[in-house]
């Protein structure tokens, strides 16, 4: 079993491109990973946002101070973004608060809470009612994110659908029709018809990879793991056609 | 592009606006405030127009908004330049009518969104036949010339390899073509969340 997939990768040595997609796949597959766990941290802070400025709404309503009210929901607020509220206003003891806002807003890493900010910063300046404004704002952003989540739900299943069909159930159905009918043990000479397929699936593959993450609105991030995905195609026809054809 | 990037800017635009202009914030102190940036494509062309105010090479606000109007590629930015533009000539009450206008470009966006999922829903299927059939069909006219070869080919004559091949090579050409404008159905229609 291991000579044979000694043997089998050892095929593999005449591809100049396949093995410089797989080398450079793996490489950029590490880059890969930092992306997705930023986006889950940044989508779970934005998740919290409306209910952060709901509570704030109602505590400023109540009579509350801004700042007060924000320290009030530092100590309750559950995940990340209460965490890093707390953070934040625990180190702004010696700045002023405009400049706490300004940091927890660059903590984040998020747009949405960075755009709330300043907005919330703008309303002091003018003194703006700022019940109202925060209630609005957990209003919209609510609204946004449900729209957001309603997207990656449903539209989640459908990229991986492309992917696994496009990069790994064609190469496969392909090799096997190939292998099948015209195995290299029995004398077909079919090297550049290998060729010109794997090509075809590589490519294939790179615009599953980029629909699948167009559809889910992060094209850049899938970018990462396109050479993987392609010459896991490539290596996946090549070597089934040579497991099943000899 | 730059429709997406107005489309993905504009209510938040709206909303600043709002809060803005309610808390006694002048138009033009307003624009300079989205034109310092955070509005993407909206806040560079806002700070170019303080820009050209700022040099005097401008006809004044009026002309600068009308002349953005021009620009504009998304019918939501272009609506929120043509009731700023009424607030300049006219005097209107712009507070009431961004937020009338943020509400319906709510729901304007609510609906792309949904419309944009629905749409999506037949591209994996569409792009599954394309790209799986096309290549099946291609790798048996492809493998042709060595099936029938030796005493096969007796019974029929085939075209030459060299022709084969070429046929194979622009017939998977076009389907990677045909994938790639079926996938680009999923940028086009972005509703720009």
Redesign the interface.
Known sequence: MIFMIYGLIETFNENLLLLVLLVFGIASAAGGVPPMLERKRRRSIENTLPSLLESLSDSVGAGRGIQEAMMEQSRTLPGVLGQLLKETLEESHSSSFDAALAAFAAKTRSSQV??VM??IE??IE????LQG?LS??AM?YE??ND??N??EE??LG?GI??VL??SI??PV??AF??GL??PANKG???D??NV??SL?FG??SA??I??SG??L?R?KDALWWMPGWVALSMGLYLGAVIMIGG | MRKLDEQREVLYVIRTLDVLMSSGVGLEAAIHTIGSGGYGIISEDFSGIMTRLQKGSSRGLGSELKSMMNKAGSEGYRRLLNTMYTNVTQNTDIIETIRKQGARMENERSESVTKYIEELGSVPETLLSIGMIGPIILAIAGLIPQLMSGEMGAFMKLPPTATINIVVNVGLALTLFGMFMIGLKAHTKDPGL
């Open positions: 960075q755009r300043v907005l703008t309303a003018q003194d703006a009612p404004i609005d704002l919209d609204r946004l729209l957001m309603k997207r449903e539209l459908k659908l492309i069909f496009i159930g064609l159905l392909i029709i190939v009918f015209t077909f000479q079919i550049s018809f010109t397929f075809f490519a294939a615009i599953a980029g629909v167009r559809m609105g094209f």
